[in-house]
């Protein structure tokens, strides 16, 4: 695997037209948007893309789509995870076909595997296509019996196996499938809230929601923390995580998300497909505005 991947890379969100169905204008509108901002590259799909929620001919369509667009102007990584192993090897051949930069896979859902299941899953999609593969080790779902170690030592003997989007608050986890990995594996950090903190155990880069609606202000902080500049990044990242937490604490992430995309760069994103937040409040332009103040 030759291909550097690296920087603020944003978990796309999947706008959504008023019938639930996806709306592809505004994907090739975020796209725009992403590569004005000199971004690392998009990961598509994932959690903050709904995945689950999408059939696998919505997923394609989504994914055809965010490729053709991002042509020549910015990298996609699409996320191919599924609840079947068979559609997440078809969704790894298809990514592969209409010429995504890398395919990436949460591990396998709801039922409770084995170590040996959740590694031939992976070793499966690895071997579907020549596409380099990034593990999703998201916190809370990916349950597995191993230490961090081990699963990066068994990450490493997949086909095409590149790295890992690693969402968790705990970067002792993170540093220590680092120091197994070195530079065989390229480690993005996922959780938004340790995006600079996540520099010292080694991430090479950082994929997350909140980079939706601030990445360039998310890049200009981890560049400046990766070039030295400490004092910066902590100021940036004690406005970031107290914005974060106003928008947990006060109504919810997706339909923040609504109206917030709307307000900074004139998108519009839809409301998620329910079931997921169909109960969230509305977020008022004043509430929005005075987050968005926080990192103004």
Known sequence: MTTTFRGVWPAMLTPLRTDGSPNLGACEQLVD?????????????????QWPLFTMAERKAIAECVVKAAVGKIPVMVHVGAVTTADAVDLAKHAAKIGADAVSAVGPIYFSHSVDAVFDYYTQ??????????????SGVSQMSVGPREYAER??????????????????????????AGDRLQLFSGADEVMCHALLSGAIGAIGSYYNLW?????KAREATAAGDIAMGREFMLRFQAAIADVLANGGMWTFFTTAMK????????????????ADKTWSEAEVDRILARLA
């Open 155 to 180: 990450f490493l003997k997949v086909p095409n196996a590149a790295g890992m989007k690693i969402t968790a608050l705990d970067l002792y986890s993170f540093g220590l499938i680092q120091g197994v």
């Open 263 to 278: 307000r900074k760069h004139g998108i519009d994103v839809g409301r998620p497909r329910p079931p997921l937040a169909a």
């Open 125 to 138: 999609i690895g071997a579907a296509s020549d596409r380099p593969l990034f593990a999703y080790h998201l």
């Open 33 to 49: 948007l992403f590569a004005k901002q000199g971004l690392g590259g998009i990961y598509l799909v994932g959690s903050t893309g």
């Open 215 to 219: 990445g360039a202000e998310c890049k």
